[in-house]
């Protein structure tokens, strides 16, 4: 834990995610219909469910990056229907991309983003150690990253903008053995810091393991939701 | 974080990119000199040449303008990070400022090579007394040009096609640029009997050109890169 950036508590709210009947839709078709859930401050929640079933839109949506159509949804007491913008302040979402730029370094990247939040340069190295792409990583161009260094740049990035609700789509994507290990302990670490996780993904064993509870999304409706 | 230090953040991350990369110095300068070059082939009179230099300059920086504005918001979509900065919560009209900013410079580093170009190629001389005027037309022109390339850049950044939807957008869109532009630097140049002083009006169509699209293009940005 002494790597690790704290969790800045700009919000008082014990209830991180609130939505009662949401619905959010990708075109003309429903991808939440309905969808209800309730996420406590440092809960580490697993939605699993079939391809499909709406747990990227979920993600979105508490993102803010998907409007709410119907239905009420509250992102650490932020209005989702009312409050985007400052919902967005308040989130990390590292989906299927990694919103890195190829033609910068690794520490580039990350000092980009840590510059967006104030970040100082201690805290900047501390994320980078803490996901391992200090040192030799640390001046090699993007492009030249494989897959799971780049996860791993990703997820530096989001750790040293000090999001309170991280959503993580399909986090152990392309990482190595030894890099999911080291993502379950960054993640349990910000979790006790007091941020708060949900993670989708397929992988039930692992992200199962990590988390402290689990919902089911099944054609856009959410099963054990609510606490 | 105030907007003005997210515009640079992003400004200087965008110039930074470009220093790796070298797209400007490597791709583009060449494809605006070989512009000229094919201009002068085209138009074999020198006095015909003569006539048209200004026009021929600005012809080449509007070609240019659209790969340049291409890559700025190439960078932005390969790996999903402009939505990266919309999650993040960062002003969209500081994302516009940093990223017409950034434009800026590099148009005003063409535009001066592209004057040398047609200095040498078409024979053009710069009267002292035309140089104020010179200097205040390639600023205007070139916030100008920046403004609108930067709104339908992130327009057409979330569209298949954009390729092809982003020249037919701007051309139409800058079309008094490049009549004014081009009539600011016949005055600066005293091509064909124009003298300074006609200049000067031109001047001023540009910069109500500039911030127009500036006031507009930052309000707009926000709602055109959402969803």
């Not at chain 1, 990350?110 to 990583?137: C, D, P």
């Not at chain 1, 810091?193 to 959410?222: N, Y």
């Not at chain 2, 070609?63 to 979509?77: G, H, P, W, Y």
């Not at chain 2, 010179?134 to 992130?154: E, I, K, P």
Request: proline share 3%; glycine share 10%; hydrophobic share 50%.
């Amino acid at each position: 834990m002494d790597n690790l950036p704290p969790t800045p508590d700009r919000s008082n709210a014990d209830t991180v995610v609130e939505l009662h009947d949401a619905v959010a839709v990708l075109g003309q078709f429903p991808a939440l219909a309905g969808a209800s859930v309730t996420v406590r401050r440092g809960e580490i929640v697993l939605l699993r469910g079939p391809n499909g079933a709406g747990k990227t839109t979920l993600l979105r949506l508490c993102a803010g990056l998907v409007p709410l159509v119907r239905g009420s949804g509250h992102i650490l007491g932020l209005n989702l229907a009312t409050q985007r913008d400052s919902v967005r302040q308040n989130v990390g979402l590292l989906g299927h991309q990694n919103g890195l730029y190829f033609d910068l370094t690794v520490g580039e990247n990350i000092e980009f983003w840590g510059s967006t939040v104030g970040a100082t340069e201690a805290e900047i190295n501390a994320a980078m150690e803490r996901l391992g792409v200090a040192e030799r990583l640390s001046d090699l161009s993007v492009r030249k990253l494989s897959a799971g260094q780049k996860r791993r740049t990703a997820l530096a990035c989001l750790v040293v903008r000090r999001a309170q609700l991280w959503l993580l789509d399909e986090p152990h994507a392309g990482l190595d053995a030894v890099a999911r290990d080291e993502l379950d302990v960054t993640l349990r670490e910000a979790a006790a810091s007091g941020a708060t996780i949900i993670v989708a993904s397929h992988e039930l064993e692992r992200a199962g393991s990590l988390s402290t509870r689990a919902v089911d999304v099944v054609a856009g409706q959410i099963h054990g939701g609510q606490l | 974080m105030s907007s003005w230090r997210i515009a640079r953040i992003v400004a200087a991350k965008d110039l930074r990119i470009e220093v790796h990369s070298r797209v400007l110095t490597n791709q583009v300068l060449p494809f605006a000199g070989v512009t000229m070059v094919i201009f002068a082939f085209a138009l074999d009179a020198d006095s015909v040449l003569e006539r048209v230099a200004p026009g021929l300059i600005w012809l080449a920086t509007m070609f240019s303008l659209l790969v340049l504005v291409q890559r700025s918001f190439a960078i932005e979509t390969d790996d999903g990070a402009l939505d990266a900065m919309r999650v993040a919560g960062l002003d969209p009209r500081a994302i516009y400022l940093g990223k017409a900013m950034a434009l800026a410079v590099e148009l005003l580093v063409l535009e001066v090579v592209l004057l040398f170009t047609a200095i040498i190629l078409y024979r053009q001389t710069i009267p002292l007394n035309g140089v104020v005027l010179l200097v205040t037309t390639l600023l205007t022109a070139t916030c100008g040009l920046a403004a609108v390339g930067t709104l339908y850049g992130g327009l057409a950044s979330g569209f298949k096609g954009r390729e092809t939807l982003l020249p037919l957008l701007t051309l139409p869109a800058v079309a008094p640029v490049l009549i004014g532009a081009t009539r600011a630097v016949e005055s600066a140049l005293g091509t064909a009997g124009a003298v300074v002083s006609d200049g000067w009006s031109w001047v001023g169509l540009l910069a109500v050109f500039a911030v127009t699209f500036g006031v507009g293009g930052s309000l707009a940005f926000g709602p055109l890169i959402d969803e």
